[in-house]
């Protein structure tokens, strides 16, 4: 233990001696996070003040055949402007994100007491069009049961005739889950600074120091390899979990002064101090795999081209939940990666980590942070190592 830490002391004082590195290193991602969610904090009141709160220009064809409909729309905060002789280019080519269409029989229909035709024109593709859609197709079905319950009043019905079924819903989404789905990109941030957050040093201690021909003293010295080895992964550790505790505060921080309704997610100390230790588990695995791949790499270059497939790995949970989203299941809690996004996902909803869930995860991520070390000593211990090239 004593050559242990003497190693990871010696690591930590040369890493603090590049300045340059110790800040790209610890201030990157606190500098990046805030961005990040006051950006996203930025685009959100920006879409809602002018998607949901502005007046909506609507180009409808055949504004003649429905003036009562006209009217209605204007009085929903809805402009009606004449639609372009081809609707269908127009939503193409995004001139506008609707269009409607009254359709010839309209008036006829109208005058029958029959449901008269109207056609919304969009592109399902384009995300932008989304609101103004669902904007004009809510006023829509409420000028709809509108003018239904006036015909049922007119010929002596109540308008609740119409209604066989009365539908309520029920949400019991908590505010904290709510806001949560704001927060999907979070798990792919935290998981990705906490397993590459330290990979600089990694790959500099071992191909670093192979490569400059300074780790083959260090290995002619008796203290054990392992020992040598665990010393380096240690001291990245350490440096990472020091990232990550400034990362950590950033994001509590930046929903503090986040605007709209990302102000209203509230990271507790302890929500902190548990996010903190869910990722403990990916520092390990992260320094350990990389220090796996560095001990088995030419070079620093050649460690380092294995970062581009790396980077990739966090974000594999997050799409496969989007493509197909599970159920919160026990076995979910040993998978590394799928297991560190379902319990940050659980903390950012405000949901409790049954003790049991805890066990599994924990015993799971440090085993394989073990398996990581083991293969990762059997590379140390190759009379190559030391031998540059």
Avoid at 313 to 329: C, D, F, S, Y
């Amino acid at each position: 233990m004593k050559a242990l830490w003497t190693v990871a002391r010696k690591e930590l004082i040369d890493l603090f001696r590049d300045r340059k590195t110790v800040v790209l290193g610890l201030l990157l991602g606190p500098l990046l996070m805030p961005g990040i969610i006051l950006g996203i904090g930025a685009l959100v009141e920006n879409k809602v003040r002018t998607q949901l709160a502005s007046t909506l220009l609507l180009p409808v064809a055949g504004i003649e055949r429905a003036p009562n409909l006209v009217a209605f729309l204007q009085s929903r905060n809805i402009e009606v402007t004449r639609a372009p002789d081809d609707p269908v280019s127009a939503v193409r080519e995004q001139t506008a994100p609707v269009i409607l269409h009254i359709g010839d029989a309209y008036a006829t229909r109208w005058r029958d007491s029959l449901p008269a035709p109207v056609e919304l024109t969009y592109d399902s593709s384009l995300q932008d069009a989304q609101i103004p859609l669902q904007r004009v197709h809510r006023v829509l079905y409420e000028y709809s049961a509108t003018v239904g319950s006036l015909r049922g009043l007119q010929r002596g019905q109540s308008p609740l005739a119409g209604q066989a079924v009365q539908v309520a819903l029920r949400d019991v989404a908590t505010p904290e889950a709510r806001r949560g789905m704001l927060l999907t990109f979070l798990p792919y941030l935290l998981i990705l600074f906490s397993f590459i957050g330290s990979a600089a040093l990694v790959i500099d201690v071992t191909a670093g120091e192979r490569e400059r021909q300074s780790l083959e003293p260090l290995l002619a010295t008796p203290v054990a390899r392992s020992a040598i080895m665990s010393g380096k992964i240690l001291a990245a550790c350490l440096f990472g979990m020091l990232g990550l505790v400034l990362i950590v505060f950033a994001f509590k921080l930046s929903f503090q002064l986040a605007p709209g309704a990302l102000a209203q997610v509230h990271v507790s100390l302890p929500v902190a101090a548990q996010l903190l230790l869910v990722l403990l588990p990916m520092v390990l695995i992260g320094t350990t795999l990389l220090t796996l791949l560095a001990a088995a790499a030419r070079s620093v270059k050649e460690a380092q081209s294995y970062l581009s497939i790396l980077m990739l790995l966090p974000i594999a949970p997050t799409i496969i939940l989007m493509v197909n989203p599970v159920k919160n299941q026990l076995w979910q809690f040993t998978v590394p990666f799928l297991a560190q996004n379902q319990m940050i996902l659980k903390l950012i909803r405000g949901e409790v980590i049954s003790p049991l869930e805890w066990a599994v995860y924990m015993t799971c991520g440090f085993a394989l942070g073990l398996l990581l070390w083991l293969i990762a000593a059997r590379l140390y211990h190759r009379e190559s190592l030391g031998v540059s090239g």
